[in-house]
């Protein structure tokens, strides 16, 4: 079981910028996905970067807005969200699954512990 840990996020208004990491002890083996539920609604995959840094967009919506990136040396993954729209106030999740990106939810076996991202006026 590899615990991660989150931070960053918080409030911002729309057109604002945010960003959450994703810690771990060790994430060289493991492609990040990154999550998240608003209210009311499901958990849905936006996108993931590999444990070699291929980044995959599984959500148009956040396309050209968010983006994934690592530090491997530091075991921390990233999510910069730009241009954010309050449609995007979520809970927002890092998992990690072996190597590659999965689209399949249940494919990524740990989980942060989830951060709010407000965008408000």
């Known amino acids: 079981q590899l615990a991660l840990m989150q931070s960053g996020g918080g409030m911002v208004r729309p057109g604002g910028s945010l960003k959450v990491s994703c810690a771990a002890s060790?994430?060289?083996?493991?492609?990040i996905g990154w999550f998240r539920q608003a209210p009311g609604k499901d958990k849905s995959l936006l996108l993931c970067?590999?444990?070699?840094?291929?980044?995959?967009n599984y959500d148009d919506s956040v396309k050209d807005r968010f983006s994934a990136s690592r530090d491997n040396a530091e075991n921390t993954g990233f999510l910069q969200m730009n241009n954010l729209k309050p449609e995007d106030t979520a809970v927002y999740f890092c998992?990690?699954?072996?190597?590659?990106?999965?689209?399949?939810?249940?494919?990524?076996?740990?989980w942060g512990q989830g951060t709010q991202v407000t965008v408000s006026a």
């Open positions: 998992a990690t699954t072996l190597y590659t990106c999965r689209n399949q939810m249940n494919r990524y076996y740990n």
């Open positions: 060790e994430l060289n083996d493991y492609a």
């Open positions: 970067i590999s444990n070699i840094g291929h980044i995959t």
